[in-house]
């Protein structure tokens, strides 16, 4: 009879239990409610090095005031993506009273010589130029059709010349960074072949149509073996566009 009595008082201390901690945990959900009505935005922070902060601030509206529990998160992310230069954002809360927002910008690799220029990143999306006065030290895109209609700002451009050019100057970049670094123009010729214009000199290489990957490899390979204190821009002319061999000429003395 007592071991029954004993169960009995543990089922009640139980159950009492249970109920104060669901009321507490109502309780405390409300007063977390009623106490975030209150809280408003008082910081917008912006990690990083940001090339258009005050732009991307204008995108926000007036958020400053605002009751932080009322944001619209998605809707400001949303904004600040239709950006030409937001590859990515995301933004968060920080109670009390901040909000932190973090932007992944694009980087332009290449400046396309129409009138006027654009910019354009590895992802071939067409970027406005902000500042004339700025001077891009990044390769230049030139000769290839100039439609405006062609180099939408914030999306992709549409000639397939230059989403091939922008492909090749990334591979460029990525598995042979010193000729990047050299590189001061792609162009096409009146026959639609590709060629590189070195900056130092300039040499002139001409790649042709097809294989541009590849040919590109063989100009690295013939760039390694070369003698010590020879380099490419040693050479006027450099063409790679038959099998298997470089017709190469060198500056006249």
């Not at 007592?2 to 409300?30: E, H, M, P, Q, Y």
């Not at 619209?72 to 954002?89: G, M």
């Not at 332009?108 to 004339?132: G, Y």
């Amino acid at each position: 009879m007592r071991k029954k009595s004993n169960l009995d008082w543990v089922r009640i201390i139980i159950g009492t239990t249970l109920t104060c901690s669901a009321f507490l945990l109502i309780w405390a959900a409300f007063s977390w409610a009623t106490f975030t009505d209150f809280l408003v935005v008082e910081h917008v922070k912006m990690p990083g090095s940001i090339v258009m902060e005050n732009e991307y601030r204008s995108l926000l509206g007036q958020i400053d005031g605002k009751k932080m529990n009322q944001l619209e998160l998605d809707n400001i992310r949303i904004a600040l993506e239709s950006h030409p230069y937001v590859r990515a954002a995301r933004v968060s809360r920080q109670f009390p009273n901040t909000v932190i927002i973090e932007i992944l910008e694009r980087e332009p690799i290449a400046i396309v010589r129409i009138d006027p220029p654009v910019l354009i990143d590895s992802e071939s999306i067409v970027l406005p130029i902000k500042d004339i006065n700025i001077e891009y030290q990044i390769p230049s895109l030139s000769k290839f059709n100039s439609a405006k209609s062609l180099y939408p700002l914030g999306k992709s451009a549409l000639s397939q010349n230059v989403l091939d050019a922008v492909s090749y100057v990334t591979h460029i970049k990525i598995n042979y960074p010193n000729l990047y670094e050299n590189l001061s123009e792609i162009r096409l010729n009146r026959h639609e072949e590709f060629e590189l214009i070195l900056e130092e000199e300039p040499t002139l290489v001409s790649l042709g149509k097809t294989n541009i990957t590849e040919k590109l490899f063989i100009l690295k390979e013939f760039d390694e073996i070369l003698p010590l204190r020879r380099k490419l821009t040693d050479y006027r002319y450099l063409d790679l566009r038959y099998k298997n061999q470089i017709i190469a000429r060198e500056w006249s003395t």
